[in-house]
């Protein structure tokens, strides 16, 4: 059998299923942990909850959004401030945040007028804003309260307001992935198709599952319009409301994370007959493929190359200083759901490191079943991991670095491991080729960190060595390295700005018209929209 | 020239002070050695509390769920909460306290605890686990009522009621209830307790929240208040809780359950309440202050001597955050010629009014000064932005940092959670050392200030 046996599961012989070696030669489906399934209570879990995963991932990234949870205040703090999902109006989605405030009286007497009173009061307090998400909690799932009807008497009687209902209660599933499933097919059923968007480009695409972690969107926003591809909408980072209204007239859905947004457009296809593309931001060659197909797609293919020809000529050399550093470094790659497939093969092929394992915390078999066929064998795949699990596999495995969220990465850091955010990431955008190369910096940052050499040494009992008043992580990178590689003058580190993405947003870009193919500049307001929704 | 205090009149919340009581249970839970509490609810009540804890202190804290999902939200969830309890306690062979934290929803289906926890105590510990000390606390926290601050006020008060038990002769020690306070606060507390020769127990003994990266590797932080501390709290010969609103509770339980005396308050924030938190415990155990206090004492004042009257008199001040610590900085600020001018109390606590730290400040304020209730970080913003408030510093915690950062004012970082500044948790608030700290820290946010918008910024130059 592939399972995998953690001693201190031992005792809860359910767990047994959710965790696998891969074996050498063995089939995929062999090797194929259990997913999606319950949590088992108790065992400190890293999961969050379906309210999570519908406002805190998918639904707050929007930027021109008023969004109301509506329910106790804490389910609202406790998400507010806590991910890296910017926008190019001055973040207005991450520095405010509204919770309906459910007080004793409330559950009892129901919270429905309080609610509308709540609607008016926030729209009154940002009067430029006219869209607004309301979250259901557990709180107001429980008692009831009918909040879509609450929003289409606020929709009358405001006029030019749209306010959007997600009802995705804490407890919709077993993981935030229910919250995922829950707000995609709410906003396709009850917003798009009810705008009309304006179309400029002949070639349109919604960029779905991108959340413009750090400017991941932004970044490949870039290449896109560089193709002169219009992106009607983003779902949903940097995302504008009333574009995701539209995303029923796109040519083409371009998926990004296919975990939690994988829905809408299978949604999209069978209602409007808009076609899937699954793409990989992450990684040279994933995302140089990625690009091309789309360029087949719309028969742009040359202008795909091109710009897969500059970027590459521009980072590659980059990619590659740090590729020849971190060969052979042991990885334990544990995100949320989808990086697990997203990076284990482009990390492995074009860095050279070695994923020991994979864990997803809310992932299902399909992310599992990607995951494991692109790492390497005998890694340890494992499926909602909790906080023993994860300490007696990195003791067994003795991984260099893990690549995983903030909370687990404290956890990480005291026995020495260290880590690199997966979620928010630590010096992003990771997408794009600038942002891979950055990734691979700070790959190499935190493997070669002299501190991080340091805390191996035990100063009550080892030799301390008094050689050295410092150190560079040259000087444990490069103590193995062929002189030609050390002294390759065709490589370089990492050249990107600490911030690269405020240059993104000033540049121009020129998009065929839709009627007559006809190349112009479209003006940059146009493709940004930072002059809509938010003073 | 008068001092009000009001409700927020909005019924909603824009960016809330606070999280919801089953967070504090929570902190108050992590404070415990060999303690891991299960929040009865969903997942994301645990997952997002530690996630706080771990920005504020870069460090991970255990915290289990029960792992509410929709079958146990509609048929009762109570079987969760027992499979729960087995699991962690097969899993963690040290744990001995288990507090069941409930949430908005299991109050809501109305789950019963209690009842579960004499199951559990009569069925599955003599059964499985009959050779360990096991304490299973209900503590009931519904979402809906209070905040984060009474949460932590009822679970300190249903820890104690729990474990304390009187035993023979009344103790040396006194309980020291620090409030929801960092590590820093309670070496401070510490080094001024054991200057003067008093033996404390000290609820809760968080200074290892701040803990080492060790050879051995130790990889969560915890607190290490103990069982037999708690246990102890009924034999103290006195209880200082040094916040109203965090521990109150526990030690007016003392003192009716066990006839603990009670000193409540106030909040060791300044030179003045300092010096009353000493004379109470000189009061309460008959110990002298020492010179060697006199002389720390003497270094603080030294230090917020050179600031005040130069530096800090007549700046206008808003602060938010932890109610007892809202009032004691706006006192040690009045202290220091500032004016802090508008106090944000993130909960609608009916006893603020009554507040006799409140009642003195309307009685003898002389300037305008906005007391409100129930309030949100929009009640802050709102009023700098629309409503002309010009503030020269902003005192809170980092969920505010926008408004600070938006409308150009500097801010001095305190209370929780402070996660955008790097190691404030190590330095204290309260005591002497705390009194520097925050005269200091908001001198220099003022000065750092000062040089960013070439504001007088040569006066700095020949101080």
Known sequence: MPYHQFKCSECIPERLKHAVDKGAGEELTDALPLGYLNTIPGTISERGCAYCGAKHVIGTPMKDVIHLSHGPVGCTYDTWQTKRYISDNGCFQLKYTFASDMKEAHVVFGAEKMLKKNIVEAFKAFPNIKRMTIYQTCASALIGDDINAIAEEVMAELPGVKIFVCNSPGFAGPSQSGGHHKINLAWLTQMVGTVEPKIYSKYVINYVGEYNIQGDQEIMKDYFHRMGIQILSTFTGNGRFDDLCSMHRAHLNVLECARSAEYICDELRARYGIPRMDIDGFGFEALSDSLLKIGYFFGIEDRARAIIAEETARWKPELDWYAARLKGIKVCLWPGGSKLWHWAHSIHKEMGVEVVSVYTKFGHQGDMEKGISRCEEGALAIDDPNELEGLEAMYSLKPDIIFTGKRPGEVAKKIRVPYLNAHAYHNGPYKGYEGWVRFARDIYNAVYSPIHKLSFIDISKDEIPTDRGFATQQMYSDVNLPEEVKNNADLRQCTSKYDPIPALREKTYCFPAPETGEWRVIPNEELSKKNSGVA | ?463
């Open chain 2, 1 to 463: 020239m008068n001092c009000e205090i009001k409700s927020k009149d909005r019924i909603g919340v824009i960016n809330p002070i606070f999280t919801c009581q089953p967070a504090g249970a929570q902190y108050a839970s992590i404070g415990i050695k060999d303690c891991i509490g299960i929040v009865h609810g969903g997942q994301g009540c645990v997952m997002f509390v530690r996630l706080v804890f771990s920005q504020h202190f870069k460090e991970s804290f255990e915290l289990a769920s029960s792992s509410l999902h929709e079958d146990a939200a509609v048929f009762g969830a109570l079987h969760r909460v027992e499979q729960g309890v087995d699991v962690l306690l097969m899993r963690y062979p040290h744990v001995k306290v288990i507090p069941i934290i409930t949430t908005c929803s299991t109050e809501v289906i109305g789950d019963d605890i209690d009842g579960l926890v004499l199951k559990l105590n009569n069925g599955l510990l003599k059964e499985k686990y009959a050779d360990r000390e096991v304490h299973l606390i209900p503590i009931h926290t519904p979402s809906f009522v209070g905040s984060m601050v009474s949460g932590y006020d009822i679970a300190v008060r249903d820890f104690v009621s729990h474990f304390a038990k009187k035993e023979g002769e009344v103790s040396r020690k006194i309980n020291l209830i620090t409030g929801w306070v960092n590590p820093g606060d309670v070496t401070e507390l510490k080094s001024l307790l054991s200057e003067m020769d008093v033996e404390a127990t000290v609820l809760f003994e968080i200074e290892a929240f701040d803990s080492p990266l060790m050879p051995d590797g130790n990889h969560v932080s915890h607190g290490e208040t103990t069982i037999e501390d708690l246990r102890g709290t009924a034999n103290a010969r006195g209880t200082i809780a040094l916040n109203r609103y965090e521990g109150g509770k526990a030690a007016q339980f003392l003192e009716s359950e066990f006839d603990v005396p009670a000193v409540i308050g106030p909040t060791p924030i300044g030179i003045r309440n300092t010096d009353i938190f000493l004379q109470n415990v000189k009061n309460m155990t008959g110990k002298a202050i020492p010179e060697s206090l006199v002389r720390k004492r003497g270094i603080a004042l030294d230090a917020i001597s050179d600031l005040t009257h130069m530096f800090l008199a007549g700046k206008r001040v808003a602060i938010y955050g932890n109610s007892d610590m809202v009032i004691g900085l706006a006192q040690f600020c009045i202290d220091l010629e500032m004016l802090p001018v508008l106090l944000l109390l993130g909960d609608d606590n009916t006893g603020y009014a009554n507040d006799p730290r409140v009642k003195e400040l309307k009685e003898n304020v002389g300037f305008n000064m906005e007391i409100i209730t129930n309030a949100d970080l929009w009640e802050l913003e709102d009023r700098i932005k629309n409503k002309g408030l010009g503030l020269d510093l902003i005192l809170g915690h980092s969920k505010g940092r926008f408004v600070a950062i938006d409308n150009n004012i500097p801010m001095l970082r305190v209370g929780f959670p402070v996660y955008d500044r790097a190691g404030y948790y190590r330095h204290p608030i309260v005591g002497y050392a705390g009194a520097v700290w925050l005269a200091e820290g908001m001198a220099n946010a003022i000065f750092t200030d000062m040089e960013y918008k070439h504001n007088k910024e040569w006066v700095l130059g020949v101080w």
